[in-house]
T-cell receptor, first 115, second 112 residues
């Protein structure tokens, strides 16, 4: 069965520190991979996505993610966190060119930033 | 500006009443989705539609109903059969199934 796990429910980092949010997936087909961010009481906004090609993907707000097929991972990174990055982060996986046409979201990781 | 609108932002209803949540998009997307989000939890898919006049149940469709009479609109009705309807509801659209989804601002439904 397809699934997405985000091992860290909540992470706290100091402003200016580096950040890595983990995402692991289980998927039979070649995956589409996404990271979304959600501010409190708001909808989700796409940070970045991977469909094919270079496994290191650059996104908005200084975020990047690396697809590692051997580890079934798509971890999100940022070299220096800003207080405004405090939010909920969701990893998501979709199928590429199959009849399964839904995107599965992980449970989310809540990020707190200490000034 | 293109985007997705959901209305209202906050909705209060008495137990036993049906309520309809609005979702409209002007992105010319074929696919639309409804998700439910509970505190501290991820998104759970309620219903989705890949084309007008067609829709499929998601993981938690019981107690909900939808229609897709127009490409731009995908309203969700929360019926009295839904045991625990208080939640944050998110609508999304995409150009095709497994592609980037664009989300509306959400509707917070509270059943009293």
């Amino acid at each position: 069965a397809q699934s997405v796990t985000q091992p860290d429910i909540h992470i706290t980092v100091s402003e200016g520190a580096s950040l890595e949010l983990r995402c692991n997936y289980s998927y039979g087909a070649t995956p589409y991979l996404f990271w979304y961010v959600q501010s409190p009481g708001q909808g989700l906004q796409l940070l970045l996505k991977y469909f094919s090609g270079d496994t290191l993907v650059q996104g908005i707000k200084g975020f990047e993610a690396e697809f590692k097929r051997s580890q079934s991972s798509f971890n999100l990174r940022k070299p220096s966190v800003h207080w405004s990055d405090a939010a909920e982060y969701f990893c998501a996986v979709g199928a590429m060119k199959t009849s399964y046409d839904k995107v599965i979201f992980g449970p989310g990781t809540s990020l707190s930033v200490i000034p | 500006d293109g985007g997705i609108t959901q209305s209202p932002k906050y909705l209060f209803r008495k137990e036993g009443q049906n309520v309809t949540l609005s979702c409209e998009q002007n992105l010319n997307h074929d696919a639309m989705y409804w998700y439910r989000q509970d505190p501290g939890q991820g998104l759970r898919l309620i219903y989705y539609s890949q084309i007008v006049n067609d829709f499929q149940k998601g993981d938690i469709a019981e107690g909900y109903s939808v229609s897709r009479e127009k490409k731009e609109s995908f309203p969700l009705t929360v019926t009295s059969a839904q045991k625990n309807p208080t939640a944050f509801y998110l609508c999304a659209s995409s150009s095709q199934g497994p592609d980037t989804q664009y989300f509306g601002p959400g509707t917070r439904l509270t059943v009293l």
